[in-house]
């Protein structure tokens, strides 16, 4: 079983940056794949990015490409989420989420932190 912990959330202006933290517990993070998907109000959840156990595969979505960077820090059982030049449409709360065979469907689910971009 793995606790995932999301941190770093808050009020960004439009063309910020910020970043997010998503900490495991429980047992080692180091073998996980790990994803950060994001829900607005009112729409459903989406995928924003996700990065292999290793951190040397990643995959974005099309709407956050050249903005986000996802790395993953396996000693300190962390993978972050380096947001920059953040639109108002990039609002929503960031979910962390992790599984142990795939980044299509994850298991794991952190309680999500509100990021909220003012233009």
């Known amino acids: 079983q793995v606790q995932l912990v999301e941190s770093g959330g808050g009020l960004v202006q439009a063309g910020g940056s910020l970043r997010l933290s998503c900490t495991a517990s429980g047992r080692t993070f180091s073998g996980y794949y790990v994803g950060w998907f994001r829900q607005a109000p009112g729409k459903e959840r989406e995928f924003v990015a996700a990065t292999n156990w290793s951190g040397g595969s990643t995959r974005y979505a099309d709407s956050v490409k050249g903005r986000f960077t996802i790395s993953r820090d396996n000693a300190k059982n962390t993978v972050y989420l380096q947001m920059k030049n953040v639109k108002p449409e990039d609002t929503a709360v960031y979910y962390c989420?992790?599984?142990?065979?795939?980044?299509?469907?994850?298991?794991?689910w952190g309680q999500g932190t509100q990021v909220t971009v003012s233009s």
């Open positions: 989420a992790a599984d142990r065979t795939t980044w299509y469907s994850m298991a794991y």
